[in-house]
């Protein structure tokens, strides 16, 4: 009797087995690198030309989005061949993806043959241009961002958002943290505040990373830049004023937003710089790479900190944003050379260089990465082993 029990139970625990499996529906992403995404912002029309080395590193880049895309997966290239050459250089860190391009015929035909089994879309931003292209593929509207929602992720893209409802909030919340971002309209009032002799940074509202900043340190730094203020002013609509911090560590968190409306918390992300502009990414444990930062601040001020951003952003971005984004911070020192944090120096409503670091695998086995894009004649794809200190 019991063994008789025993069979029925093992029969219908393979029929739910069963029924599960031909029942899973596997979901398909359509990714693209658009890296032009804040120049587009910035331009804010949809008939957009990137600048060429944007092209060019969208072009020979375009396989990037492999590094974080599940198997099965589509991701939009421009040259098939090429991008299937550094793939296989790379294949250990990469999912097993199909490559299509809008530049080839069959790969396009293939892709609309298989269009119902494409349950969203990824780019690295959102913007009019990227929507623009997929319109032109016939993509099914319900898989891209209305104009109002396009809209909406563009205003809070602006840096005037993040420095009235990101920036204040944290700040205010522990005596270990500075920061301060003003939003200026009128060309004579920013004359005005720049002329006392402080240290400044202005900044456009949209721009790309490394670019559309200014320093002004005196009167000569401020008359060169006149001309760029004002041009920024009249084009965006003003123009960001931030007091000048002497800084000793750029780092990042990364977030996702979610469908529900939660904010989940990714991983720190410790990137390098060269004049500004982004130069690599160090691949760790998120232990070791707090222990790095700890030098300057505590863990518990950084815990504290991703929690509060968390909170605000789960509040503020509900249903208005879905997706990737990092908050880039950095540690400044005071005229005490005590050590403090700014906790938004900026905030990336995108996927940024930070999550593609946090895609590959690690633990306290594997000597620390670095993640590298370098250009010579082309743009290269390399990751290193660096020495722990």
Known sequence: MQIAKSSKFLSFLSFLIIFALENTVEEMKLHIFNPEHDIALATHVRRFTAPHS????????????????????????????????????????????????????????????????????????????????????????????????????????????????????????????????????????????????????????????????????????????????????ERQGGIMLEPYYNKVKDFGMEFTAHKDGSVSYDGLSLFQTINGAYSGSIIDTEQAKTELLERFVSSTLLEDVRNLICNILQRELHSRYQGPLGVDMMIVSDSDNHFLLHPCVELNLRRTMGHVALSFEVDETMPRRLMR?????????????????
């Open 54 to 233: 944007a092209r060019q590193l969208r072009s020979e880049m375009g396989f990037l989005p492999a590094l974080w895309a599940e198997d099965g997966d589509v991701v939009l290239v421009d040259d098939i061949p090429a991008a299937e050459r550094r793939l296989n250089r790379l294949r250990r860190y990469v999912a097993k993806v199909d490559l299509v391009s809008l530049n080839d015929a069959s790969s396009l035909h293939h892709l609309h043959e298989h269009l119902d089994e494409i349950d969203g879309v990824e780019p690295w931003g959102w913007d009019n241009a990227v929507v623009e292209n997929l319109i032109k593929s016939n993509l099914p509207t319900c898989l891209i961002p209305n104009e109002k929602r396009l809209e909406e992720i563009r205003q809070l893209s602006n840096r005037k958002w993040a420095s009235e409802h990101l920036l204040p909030q944290v700040v205010e919340s522990n005596i270990s943290l500075i920061g301060e971002s003003h939003h200026i309209t009128s060309f004579e009032e920013l004359a005005e505040k720049v002329s006392d002799g402080g240290r400044y940074v202005l900044k456009a509202p949209w721009s790309s990373s490394g670019r559309g900043i200014r320093y002004v340190s005196h009167n000569d730094h401020w008359l060169r830049n006149q001309t760029w203020a004002h041009h920024v002013i």
């Open 373 to 389: 894009i370098i250009y010579t004649d082309k743009y290269h794809f390399r990751v290193s082993m660096v020495k722990k200190p």
